[in-house]
């Protein structure tokens, strides 16, 4: 059986926390195409991939319609997964998205939408999330803690509370 040692996935789940304070480096396109890859390749039901992921340059149209104006109005690169996915779905490649970006250094956080018909409005179809990305602004060094310290770190419940066997 093959292992894939130089690929660390676990330490970059358990490395990776939300951000929502962006420096001004701008994410350079190579990256951006990188991080929407990794939403096409998502699994979906079936196979349907019922999604489009629409990258969104009106930030201060965009602010107006997500619960955190913040996050959007300081991200580098701000992407909207619409159309008809169920929400199952949409979470799998925005989980993607999210991953691939801290692969390559970059913070993300996803964002509700308080204003389902303004979203849907300017972007054409129904938007489940819209996604936030850039540089943060207070970086942190995944290497700097192993996996296992990470996920002891984390604000989360003990592995003990959520899971059981029966």
């Known amino acids: 059986m093959s292992h ?3 690929v660390d996935v676990f330490h970059a789940i358990a490395s990776r926390r939300e951000t929502r304070q962006y420096s001004d480096e701008p994410i350079p396109d190579d990256v951006r195409r990188r991080i929407l890859d990794a939403g096409r390749l998502s699994g979906s039901s079936q196979n349907t991939q019922k999604w489009e992921f629409v990258v969104l340059n009106d930030k201060d149209a965009v602010s107006q319609f997500v619960y955190a104006p913040g996050n959007v109005l300081g ?7 619409a ?8 979470g799998r490649a925005a989980q993607n998205m999210m991953l691939a970006a801290w692969g390559e250094g970059v913070g993300s956080v996803p964002n509700g939408i308080k204003d389902r018909a303004a979203a849907e409005q300017l972007v054409g179809k129904p938007v489940g999330i819209v996604l936030t990305f850039g540089y943060p602004a207070n ?7 192993t996996a296992e ?3 002891r ?3 989360r419940k003990s592995y003990d509370e959520v899971v059981r066997e029966l």
């Open 83 to 90: 159309g008809d996915a169920g929400s199952f779905d949409m």
């Open 4 to 6: 894939h040692p130089d």
């Open 153 to 155: 770190s984390a604000k």
């Open 149 to 151: 310290e990470w996920s």
């Open 75 to 81: 991200a580098q690169f701000v992407v909207a997964i």
């Open 139 to 145: 970086p942190r060094d995944p290497e700097s803690k």
